[in-house]
């Protein structure tokens, strides 16, 4: 294949299927979360991980990043990271009599947030722009990211000790939440007989590049989305507005990376359209952590996926004939 040609839907979805096959290698047991991140990744969207430690939330992201060939950095938030290590600093320097930029950690294809919500909110605010722009201002002067640029952030949940939840601008940002959950017995088993043989990480070998990825990036936005599936997925968004569950429903920027990552799974299916199916599938993943519950519904221990997933199942999908 020509390497400047348009890959075709065909090619996309190959690719994407070696990536997964790829990160399952050190993720026993987890081809929901693998595939959601994979979307998120050809969608131009950035992954929020939530769960307890030690369930593999860096694995998938640091073999996200081996899978796909590019620079990858990995940024531990921790209270005292400031802002300027997150984004980068001007240091003048004697030689030259000017100021020079010093990029920080948020310059490379994948960025791995580990454990965000331990950094204070302003350090948690450093990444605002980046993630919303795909550039970062510094002293009065902007600088591109690389592309493709995705950030996976992994955090504790807030009722962990010494964290500090995600505010509702920096968690819209994201255009996905997943959660690893334990392993199966199983996968779990199988995971300590692999590690046996030597760290299953340094394994990995890269099954496409950056380059590819930014291409397959155009043939995904060519997927046709029909007028009525847009009014689906805002009468979605809307129906989170009106819940009575919800203090605060999901936000417009919500339908534009619903809408984005549905495309990436009709590319995936080998279609160059969207059908409901593909929207309904991604509806929980893509709206629960943009949405706040209200007091009743914390009280009735109920989680912001069940009162979206419920939505999802009250709202009727347009018929496709």
Do not use: C, W
Not at 1 to 29: H, K
Not at 148 to 177: H, S, W
Not at 208 to 219: G, M, Q, S
Not at 270 to 291: C, F, K, M, N
Request: aromatic share 4%.
């Amino acid at each position: 294949m020509d390497n400047a040609a348009t890959p075709s839907l065909a090619e996309v979805a190959n690719v994407a299927t070696s990536v997964g096959q790829s990160i399952a290698r050190v993720l026993e047991g987890k081809p929901r979360q693998i595939h959601t991140a994979v979307v998120v990744l050809f969608a131009e969207g950035h992954l929020l991980i939530e769960d307890v430690p030690g369930v593999g939330k860096t694995a998938l992201a640091k073999a996200l990043a081996r899978s796909i060939d590019g620079e990858a950095k990995r940024i531990q938030f921790t209270p005292d990271l400031l802002p300027s290590d997150v984004t980068g600093v001007s240091v003048f320097n004697q030689t030259t009599r000017e100021f020079e930029f010093k990029p920080g950690g948020i310059f490379a294809n994948i960025v791995v947030g580990d454990e965000i919500n331990r950094a204070s909110p302003k350090t948690q605010s450093a990444l605002l722009e980046a993630m919303a722009e795909d550039q970062v201002s510094v002293d009065g002067h902007t600088y591109p990211l690389p592309q493709p640029f995705m950030v996976i952030a992994t955090q504790n949940p807030i009722e962990m000790e010494g964290t500090y939840p995600l505010p509702e601008a920096q968690r819209d940002r994201f255009m996905a939440r997943i959660q690893m959950g334990y392993p199966a017995r199983s996968s779990e088993v199988a995971m300590l007989t692999s590690q046996a043989a030597g760290d299953q990480m340094a394994s990995i070998s890269p099954v496409t590049d950056v380059d590819f990825i930014a291409r397959a990036v155009t043939t995904v936005r060519q997927v046709y989305v029909a007028p009525i599936i847009n009014d689906y997925i805002v009468t979605l968004v809307e129906a989170t507005r009106n819940s009575p569950d919800l203090r605060l429903g999901a936000s417009p920027r919500a339908s534009l990376h619903l809408m984005r990552a549905a495309r990436v799974e009709a590319a995936l299916a080998g279609r160059d359209y969207v059908i409901p199916e593909d929207v309904a599938q991604l509806a929980t993943t893509v709206l629960s952590h943009r949405v706040l519950l209200t007091v009743d519904a914390q009280v009735a221990r109920r989680t912001s996926e069940q009162v979206v997933a419920a939505v999802v199942t009250q709202v009727p999908r347009p018929n496709r004939g």
